[in-house]
Structures are given as structure tokens and as C-alpha cells.
């Protein structure tokens, strides 16, 4: 019989809950710890131990991480330039589900593959390889899931032509939201401290470069379109820990 034990947590004013489900004695966590994130109510999901290759800095969507919806790409980042056959795939159930040809950035620094739009819910476990000047090439892997009945508990801003986001208090008002495409977003300061808008992860901030706004200054704003379908976790770099959001496209 599984035993699952809640755990509540107040971090900054909000409470994080963490499921940990026990089965033969072996407790299993998802690890996730995005505070404010519509991914945190979920059932409890396992993930294996992430492999990190040489190099690695950071991933989107992060380790262990329930999605509530489809991301539009997988970006892994590392502290050294990659090379061809540098390569990316994202697994479930045995099958590949990723979109297209691994892609390297212009710096070097970050590469990215697109995922299958049928991607269905489930469990992905991300491998890579990644490969360097003089041909070396090291491999590594992590894992995220799909759960898009995790969208229900998104704040439903679609089938409007703009809406707005107000940063104040130190958070996202609303954190957690959807919106049809074409849509245009305008965030706003209205805080006496300065925020910025940034896409995960941090402080590579390489998963939709385009979200990447200037210092906001309380009453500054940041407009922006999406018009590809999927999910776009986001952050303020000056409050990484503590002010996040999710954006569902559809």
C-alpha cells in the first residue's frame, strides 16, 4: 500500500507543497520546487537523478518539473562552446518526441530542439549529447513531465486582445495564467523596486530569448506577442527564488 505524506512549507507568505509518495519503504520525490508554479499540485510523479555532462549550466524545463502543458522547446546551456554532432532527445514510452534538428545557438553556449506537437502527457527524460571543438562529446540526461490538466488551474485570460500583469508585492499578479495566441501582454511595475521580465532559465535566460526585458522601474511596462501554442515558465532575475510565472499558450 503507498503511504503519501504532505509536507506545507511557507516560503516568502506562500505555501509550497511537496508530495512524497512511499512505496516499499523508498520514498520518491519530483523534486520540483517552483514556488507558485501551476506544475505543484499535481500527483506525486517520480524522477530518476538527473546526469549532468561536463560543461552543463543549466536546463528548460528544469528537472522535474510538471508541465501544464507542452514547452515549446527543450534548451540545455553550458560554460563551453559546442560543435556538431552536438545532439538532443526527448523519450517517452520508448519514443522520440522532439521536432526538428537540434539547433546551437549563435553564442555557442545554448542548444535547443523543438518537440512534437503531439507530444502526449507523460513522463520525458531528456538525453543529450554534448560535443566540443576537438570532437570530444560527453552525454547526460534529465527528466520533466507533461500534465495539461494542470492548465485547468491557470487563471483564463483567453480570447482577449491584451492583457495585463501587474508585478506587485514581489510576485506575478496573476503567476499563473493562459492566453490564446496572438495575444498581446503587458506587464507592469507597480512596485517601488525594480523587476524584469526574463524566460528560464537563470541566469542563462535562454528558453524564448524574446521575453527578456530591460530593468522595469515602478509604472515602466513590457508588451509581448506569442503566437506558437505551448508553455513558457518565466521569472524576475532581481527575485529568482521567490517570483516566478507560467504562461499557457493555446
Known amino acids: 500500500m503507498k503511504k503519501i505524506l504532505v509536507i506545507t512549507l511557507i516560503i516568502a507568505g506562500a505555501a509550497t507543497v511537496f508530495f512524497l509518495t512511499k512505496k516499499n519503504g523508498t520514498p520518491n520525490t519530483s523534486e520540483n520546487t517552483n514556488s507558485g508554479r501551476p506544475q505543484e499540485q499535481s500527483r506525486a510523479i517520480s524522477f530518476e537523478n538527473p546526469k549532468k555532462s561536463a560543461h552543463y549550466e543549466s536546463n528548460t ?3 522535474g518539473t ?3 502543458g507542452m514547452p515549446i522547446n527543450v534548451v540545455i546551456d553550458f560554460n563551453f562552446d559546442l560543435a556538431v554532432p552536438s545532439s538532443i532527445k526527448m523519450v517517452h514510452d520508448g519514443k522520440d518526441y ?3 534538428e537540434t539547433m546551437i545557438d549563435e553564442n555557442k553556449l545554448t542548444m535547443r ?3 512534437d506537437p503531439a507530444s502526449p502527457d507523460g513522463v520525458y527524460r531528456v538525453e543529450y549529447r554534448a560535443c566540443w571543438p576537438d570532437r570530444s562529446c560527453h552525454d547526460g540526461y534529465f527528466q520533466f513531465a507533461i500534465d495539461r490538466k494542470l492548465a ?3 487563471v483564463d485570460l483567453r480570447n482577449r486582445s491584451s492583457v495585463e500583469i501587474d508585478l506587485a508585492e514581489i510576485a506575478f499578479v496573476p503567476e499563473n495564467f493562459k492566453v490564446s495566441r496572438g495575444t498581446k501582454i503587458v506587464w507592469k511595475n507597480a512596485d517601488s523596486v525594480e523587476h524584469y521580465i526574463n524566460t528560464d532559465s537563470h541566469p542563462a ?4 530569448p524574446a521575453q527578456n526585458s530591460e530593468v522595469l522601474n515602478l509604472g515602466d511596462t513590457f508588451e509581448l506577442m506569442f503566437d506558437a501554442p505551448g508553455v513558457y515558465p518565466y521569472h ?3 527575485h529568482a527564488e521567490v517570483m516566478k510565472g507560467t504562461i499557457i499558450v493555446e
Open 113 to 115: 530542439r523543438a518537440m
Open 205 to 208: 535566460h535562454t528558453y524564448y
Open 98 to 100: 522532439e521536432a526538428g
Open 66 to 68: 510538471i508541465l501544464p
Open 61 to 63: 524545463p528544469e528537472h
Open 236 to 238: 524576475c532575475s532581481a
Open 152 to 154: 485547468d488551474k491557470a
